[in-house]
């Protein structure tokens, strides 16, 4: 590692806690245009991070937005990451989807699994969410084994915000009994976080306890946790103080 990879690895760390972040900027700045991929790259992950904190956005946005277009696929990648945790601070979020809708078709899979990351993290603020959910439908059946994953994952960070909740339900269900028991612990995690929206919480919770079940010990502990989470939701719903406590305390079990 360089002296230059170096210094993004810095940034991406430490930029919300440093002192001078003008100067800070200014070399990530020329960082994100520095000849040699492997630091772009570096710099392009450290702009996702830092984006919340920089003194200049419109500038930050415009070498985030540079960077989409890359020419290199692992720059692509980092910057496909990197709109998500940007996105809500962008000014023109109608050119930030545009991006991010043309990366999630990318044809390097590591880049459309960057981009359905961000998906799920930028949904509640992209302008278009019916074609947000359409892209969302057609990664969770990608060729790639982890856009899959990272897919099934973004579907439960952003499925209250999804327009056709019955299809995405019907894709979680179908997810639970995916022959990979990776998919099913993405889909066991994401579960706990879609529990309040899904229409079917009877189902919802047999398909959690099914995972409980699984011989994959990581299954298992997502599950539990995930209906921690959704017990913890049917406890805020009940009718008395007494049955809230003791929602609480079945809750504390699975955790």
């Excluded at 990272?150 to 019907?170: M, N």
């Excluded at 047999?206 to 989470?229: C, K, P, W």
């Amino acid at each position: 590692m360089d002296e230059r990879e170096e210094a993004v690895k810095q940034i991406r760390i430490n930029f919300a806690e440093l002192p001078d972040k003008e100067q800070v900027w200014a070399d990530l700045h020329q960082l994100t245009k520095d000849e040699d991929s492997d630091v772009r790259h570096g710099a392009v992950l450290s702009l996702g991070q830092a984006f919340p904190h920089v003194p200049d956005k419109e500038q930050a946005w415009a070498d985030l937005h540079q960077l989409t277009k890359d020419e290199d696929s692992d720059v692509r990648a980092g910057a496909a990451w990197s709109l998500g945790s940007a996105f809500s601070h962008v000014q023109d979020k109608e050119q930030a989807w545009a991006d991010l809708h043309r990366l999630t078709k990318d044809e390097d899979s590591d880049v459309r699994d960057g981009a359905v990351l961000s998906l799920g993290q930028a949904f509640p603020h992209v302008p278009d969410k019916e074609q947000a959910w359409a892209d969302l439908h057609r990664l969770m059946m990608d060729k790639d084994y982890f856009v899959q994953r990272s897919a099934t994952w973004s579907l439960g960070r952003s499925f209250s915000h999804v327009p056709d909740k019955e299809q995405a339900w019907a894709d979680m269900i179908r997810l639970i009994k995916d022959k990979n028991s990776d998919v099913w612990l993405d889909a066991g995690r994401s579960l706990g976080q879609a529990f309040p929206h899904v229409p079917d919480k009877n189902q919802a919770w047999d398909g959690m306890l099914r995972l409980t079940q699984d011989e994959d010990s990581n299954v298992r502990v997502y599950a539990n946790h995930s209906l921690g989470r959704a017990t913890i939701f049917r406890a805020t719903e009940a009718e008395s103080e007494e049955e809230f406590r003791k929602g609480l305390e079945n809750a504390l079990a699975f955790f």
